[in-house]
């Protein structure tokens, strides 16, 4: 009898079924593997979860010493014109720093959907496979309590989604962690074009900043539909899923 076909495993509790030495039975190692299996990717979503907070704390800390240097070289903007001849222009530098910010900010954006899909993919693949193989073993192995009641584990994922209420505030608060990251991505390069609309006149090297800067964006807008695209279809399926 083996777990490793995706077809649901009869649990029919009838003599035939029926392990007498679940040790020595084979299911056992199988049991013990998916375990295994479960452990290891639940340690895998911990450190998806931690290097998340991660992304998010160096985000404020980037986005803090921006704020900082912005308001150090205000006066500075304000007293010196576009076209002023310094060895250093203030309103080239800020330029720069606008554009090299948004695109660090886009990619760490990307680095925490990369995360989060990995996360969800993980939760996918114990609620829609490992949980199953491991029911099915519990089913076969005490088919007396199978005829009672079906044994489920692994139910807290399933009953967050079944029980959410649907309301705004509650997809707003479990978006709010990317505050730190798209929202300065996009905010940065609107300013950007607010305080200088773009012209091929620009120098060189603001040109190849500001499309590299565009384009990275644009990945990052895509990464962000998709990411939204698939918790949204797993959580439709789950909700869905009887119990």
């Known amino acids: 009898m083996s777990l490793t076909d995706p077809t649901p495993i009869s649990c029919d509790p009838s003599p035939d079924n029926q392990i007498n030495d679940f040790g020595k039975s084979p299911l056992r190692f199988e ?33 803090g010493a921006l704020i900082t240097l912005w308001q150090l070289f205000y006066k500075d903007l304000l007293n010196t014109t576009d076209g002023a001849s310094s060895s250093i222009n203030p309103h080239l530098t800020f330029h720069y720093a606008l554009l090299i910010s948004s695109i660090v900010f886009s990619i760490f954006s990307v680095m925490q959907y990369w995360h989060d899909l990995m996360i969800a993919q993980m939760w996918q693949y114990i609620n829609e496979v490992l949980k199953l193989k491991i029911e099915n073993i519990l089913n076969i192995t005490y088919p007396n309590e199978y005829q009672q009641n079906k044994i489920s584990v692994w139910e807290w994922e399933t009953w967050v989604i079944k029980n959410q209420k649907g309301k705004v505030v509650e997809y707003l608060m479990g978006m709010a962690r990317y505050a730190t990251t798209f929202i300065p991505s996009i905010g940065l390069l609107i300013y950007y074009f607010i305080d200088r609309p773009f012209s091929f006149d620009i120098y060189i090297w603001e040109q190849i ?15 962000a539909i998709y990411d939204a695209r698939f918790f949204l279809v797993f959580m439709v399926r789950e909700k869905n899923k009887p119990n």
Not at 38 to 50: D, L, P, V
Not at 58 to 63: E, N, R, S, V
Not at 209 to 223: P, V
């Open 209 to 223: 900043l500001f499309f590299l800067a565009a384009i990275i964006f644009i990945i990052n807008l895509y990464c």
């Open 31 to 63: 049991f013990e593997a998916h375990l295994e299996e479960y452990r290891r990717f639940r340690q895998e979503m911990s450190g998806h979860y931690t290097n998340q907070q991660q992304i998010i704390n160096l985000a404020i800390l980037f986005l």
